[in-house]
């Protein structure tokens, strides 16, 4: 085994390692804190950044070979996670699961409310 292949194996590991640790705390920290948008954040930032840091580890052990799909998963999840954090905020606003005493500045109060309620909705049938 080449020096250069000891090396790749090593920081390989550690990518994975690292990766996992991060996934890992993402998981804790919607289990552990208190309110929507701190648990999507903590959804989505180390989640995400987690596994970018294991499919760069993974890249050092299948070769070239498997790189593009490697990057094509990367780029996805790149792409999905902040739209879908974005929504998912949107919604919760929306339906007033954002416990807004808790925001510093709250930026959207005035621009994003709920839906109007269809007309005859509180009548009785």
Sequence with gaps: MSALASVAD???????VV????????GLGLVRF???????HAGSKPQA??????LFGAALQVGWAGVPVL???ALFQV???PVATHLLARVSFRTGAV??????????????R????PAGADDEP
């Design 10 to 16: 090593v920081v390989s590991g550690a990518c994975l």
């Design 19 to 26: 990766g996992a640790l991060l996934t890992v705390t993402a």
């Design 34 to 40: 208190p309110d929507v948008l701190s648990r999507m």
């Design 49 to 54: 950044f987690g596994l970018l840091v294991m």
């Design 71 to 73: 990057v094509l998963v």
């Design 79 to 81: 792409m999905t996670v």
């Design 99 to 112: 416990d807004t005493s808790r925001l510093d500045v709250d930026d959207l109060s005035s621009t994003l």
């Design 114 to 117: 709920r839906p109007a309620e």
